[in-house]
Structures are given as structure tokens and as C-alpha cells.
């Protein structure tokens, strides 16, 4: 989308407050097309519904995402073609989140952008931060991996089901464990 939001304002990695009037109303709206997803029969919900196509900041051929799926603002998702997600996927796209070409999900993948602050008081007023998370091309992500803020996952990777990523994974690298270590 080619509107300023108050996501474009925070993708440099800086402080902020995710808890004001203008953040609520964008993710009310992901809220409403992830629901709209989630409760259409799989044959009227095609490869990929409408108003996820619209939320989204880009959207290639042949992406399919299967319900249930959730994500915080969709506005920073940019999928290239031929993505897959299985079931019970979460974006929390605070900042960019780019998945490239031919990447697979497996079911439960989380994806985290934000990072709460440190400082309990902080948390409670909604400080946090955002960093980007990107996946390259021809990516495997198996079932029940979390992607933590600022990763970059190489061209070619696997992760094994389970990881918890906290760390930049190499083209072709193969990692399992928490934390995500080489195989």
C-alpha cells in the first residue's frame, strides 16, 4: 500500500508506541480479513482471498495460504510467487516481512517482528520495536518454527520443525534446535 502509516514511521528499528488510535485501527483491519479467511469454505476462499490480497503490501502468482492465519497490520507482508503457508500461520509484521519466491511454510509457523521493551514499565505504556524478518527464495520452514525479530533466512535453507530462529540462517544452511544451530 502506498499510504504513509504510522508502520512506515517505525520500520527503522526505533522505539515507539504501538498502543495509539491509528496502530488499533490497522490491526482491527487485518483482524477483519484474516476472519473473513478463516470462515469461508476452502472452495470459495480460493489460492488467495481478496481481501488478504488487498491487505497485503505485495502479493505474487500462486500464493496460497491455508486458514486459520493471523497477522498483526498485513501492510508490510510482501510474498513473492509461489508461496505456501500451511495451517495456523502468524505474521507479526511490525516491520517488513518479505518471503521469496517459492518458500514453504509448514503449519504453526510464527513470524515475529516486534520486540517489547526491556523496562516493565515501558511494556505496559505498549514501547516496543520492530525489525524485519526475510526469507529468501526456495526457503523450507518446517511446522512449529518461530522466526525472531531481524533474522534473514538464505536462499535455499531448511529449517527443522521446532526451531526457534534468534539468528541469520546461510543459503543452503540446514538448522534445527532452540536456538536454530547448523546441522
Same mark, same amino acid.
Given at each position: 500500500m502506498s499510504d504513509v502509516t504510522p508502520l512506515a514511521r517505525v520500520a527503522d528499528g526505533t522505539w515507539y508506541n504501538a498502543l495509539g488510535e491509528a496502530f488499533e485501527a490497522l490491526r482491527q483491519e487485518a483482524r477483519r480479513a484474516c476472519h473473513q479467511h478463516a470462515t469461508l469454505a476452502p472452495d470459495e476462499r480460493g489460492a488467495m482471498a481478496p481481501w488478504l490480497r488487498a491487505l497485503f503490501a505485495e502479493v505474487g502468482k500462486r500464493v496460497f495460504i491455508e486458514a486459520p492465519f493471523h497477522c498483526s497490520y498485513g501492510r508490510n507482508?510482501? =510474498?513473492? *510467487?509461489?508461496?505456501?503457508?500451511?495451517?495456523?500461520?502468524t505474521i507479526l509484521d511490525s516491520a517488513p516481512v518479505r518471503i521469496g519466491t517459492g518458500t514453504m511454510l509448514g503449519p504453526g509457523v510464527q513470524i515475529y517482528c516486534a520486540e517489547h521493551h526491556p523496562d516493565p514499565t515501558c511494556r505496559r505504556e505498549g514501547i516496543e520495536r520492530a525489525f524485519p +524478518?526475510?526469507?529468501?527464495? *526456495? #526457503?523450507?520452514?518446517?511446522?512449529? +518454527?518461530? =522466526?525472531?525479530?531481524? +533474522?534473514? #533466512?538464505? *536462499?535455499?535453507? #531448511?529449517?527443522?520443525?521446532?526451531?526457534v530462529v534468534t539468528r541469520d540462517v546461510a543459503p543452503g544452511q540446514r538448522v534445527a534446535g532452540v536456538p536454530a544451530r547448523p546441522l
Open positions: 507482508i510482501h =510474498l513473492a *510467487d509461489r508461496v505456501y503457508m500451511n495451517a495456523g500461520c +524478518v526475510t526469507l529468501g527464495e *526456495d #526457503v523450507w520452514i518446517c511446522g512449529g +518454527v518461530t =522466526l525472531l525479530p531481524g +533474522v534473514t #533466512v538464505g *536462499d535455499g535453507a #531448511v529449517v527443522g520443525a521446532g526451531a
